[in-house]
């Protein structure tokens, strides 16, 4: 199966802005979709099909890609943004789902 | 409103069986497709099964095939986890997700029910 591989973690002021990465195969077949999950919580989806935001998730959040490379960027990073963010996409086989290792975004 | 709602969760001994339920509310559930995602303590996030809103295509995580079986009732707009042969490394949180449509993303999360393996 595929892999997706993140940075384990990441810091950045608040207001700044900051980007998180993801590297794998499957991303030049599929799309990379983005999730953010915060203590005690469920995964909430924030970036789908590379760059497009869900009704409710504020426009700091953007998407983007390149060949084997997704990337979420969070413009003004907000306390409440402190969470771990998994991105994910299609196995290269059509198969099942893979998810990278997450990243523990810290806002300082 | 939208929801999931996992149960079934519970503390099992090694090499013992458990099945998760996991209830959709609020929307067309036959014609979605559905997953099973857990998280381990201090790991990632693992989708484990996925099955279509159909039920005839299923897929598994390598670390589950031939322990776990995903299935569905559409009548009773429920995803079962059926968990046989437990591991001390399957204890996570268990999650159930819709799939949005085609596009390759879970919108709807439930909150997790929790699958501790240990003896």
């Known amino acids: 199966s595929s892999e997706l591989t993140q940075a384990p973690a990441v810091s950045v002021a608040l207001g700044q802005t900051v980007t998180i990465t993801c590297q794998g195969d499957?991303?030049?077949?599929?799309?990379a979709t983005w999730y953010q999950q915060k203590p005690g919580q469920a995964p909430v989806l924030v970036i789908y099909t590379k760059h497009n935001r869900p009704s409710g998730i504020p426009e700091r959040f953007s998407g983007s890609s390149s060949g084997d490379r997704a990337s979420l960027t969070i413009t003004g990073a907000l306390a409440e943004d402190e969470a771990d963010y998994f991105c994910g996409s299609r196995d290269s086989d059509g198969s099942n789902w893979v998810f990278g290792g997450g990243t523990k975004l810290t806002v300082l | 409103e939208v929801l999931l709602v996992e149960s079934g969760g519970t503390l099992v001994r090694p090499g013992g069986s458990l099945r998760l339920s996991c209830a959709a509310s609020g929307f067309t559930f036959s014609g979605s497709d559905m997953t099973w995602v857990r998280r381990a303590p201090g790991r990632g996030l693992e989708s484990v099964a996925y099955i279509s809103g159909g039920g005839g295509t299923t897929y598994y995580a390598e670390s589950v095939k031939g322990r776990f079986s995903i299935s569905r009732d559409n009548a009773k707009n429920s995803v079962y986890l059926q968990m046989n042969s437990l591991r001390d490394e399957d204890t996570a949180t268990y999650f159930c997700?819709?799939?949005?449509?085609?596009?390759?993303?879970?919108?709807?999360w439930g909150q997790g029910t929790v699958v501790t393996v240990s003896s």
């Open positions: 499957s991303l030049r077949l599929y799309y």
């Open positions: 997700a819709r799939r949005s449509g085609t596009y390759y993303a879970f919108d709807i």
